[in-house]
């Protein structure tokens, strides 16, 4: 295997990319490596591309839009490591709606290893709670709910 040298600009563009394509309903399979580790709240770790495949397939089942706020967003980098912290908005099929900030979804850390101009690891941080139904476990966010609605 050919290892390509890569700048911390062009990890940076691959990373920003990946957050592009999502919020234009676009694939991001392409910008992994054949042997990549996708990481998502609640789903796990998915091994290989065809295994991303089926995430995003299951993720894109209940998430019917999002939007990224990159151009506001986090970004360390260190050697092959680049972490975005930032904020999102979106819709589920479902009908419900998330904006960071307003509602208790929305925040998220990604971060990112890659090398060949190809997303080797990919662990996302955040709640996946977005339409926040988890209301048995989490009762505060029973008491928000009615905060707003008084």
Same mark, same amino acid.
């Given at each position: 295997?050919?290892i =390509? #040298?890569? #700048?911390?600009? %062009?990890?940076k563009? /691959? &990373?920003?990319?990946?957050?592009?394509?999502?919020?234009?309903?676009? *694939? /991001? !399979?392409? !910008?992994?490596d054949?042997?990549?580790?996708?990481?998502?709240? =609640?789903?796990?770790?998915?091994?290989?591309?065809?295994?991303?495949?089926?995430l995003?397939?299951?993720?894109m089942?209940?998430?019917?839009?999002?939007?990224?706020?990159?151009?506001?967003?986090?970004?360390? %980098?260190?050697?092959? !490591? /680049?972490v975005?912290e930032?904020?999102? *908005?979106?819709? !589920?099929? *479902?009908?419900? #709606?998330? /904006?960071?900030?307003?509602?208790?979804?929305?925040?998220?850390?990604?971060?990112?290893?890659?090398?060949?101009?190809?997303?080797?690891?990919?662990?996302?941080?955040?709640?996946?709670d977005?339409?926040?139904q988890?209301?048995?476990?989490?009762?505060?966010?029973?008491?928000?709910? &009615?905060?707003? &609605?008084?």
């Amino acid at each position: 295997m050919e290892i =390509k #040298t890569m #700048t911390d600009e %062009q990890r940076k563009a /691959v &990373a920003l990319e990946y957050f592009r394509r999502m919020d234009r309903g676009e *694939s /991001v !399979l392409d !910008l992994f490596d054949e042997h990549a580790e996708f990481c998502f709240p =609640k789903w796990g770790v998915a091994h290989g591309r065809a295994r991303i495949g089926q995430l995003f397939e299951d993720l894109m089942g209940i998430v019917a839009s999002v939007r990224h706020d990159i151009a506001h967003a986090n970004i360390i %980098q260190q050697g092959d !490591l /680049v972490v975005v912290e930032g904020t999102s *908005s979106g819709s !589920l099929r *479902s009908g419900e #709606t998330w /904006v960071a900030g307003v509602t208790h979804a929305g925040r998220w850390c990604d971060v990112f290893e890659i090398r060949n101009f190809r997303i080797q690891r990919c662990y996302v941080y955040l709640d996946p709670d977005y339409g926040g139904q988890d209301l048995g476990r989490y009762p505060w966010l029973r008491r928000r709910e &009615a905060a707003e &609605a008084a």
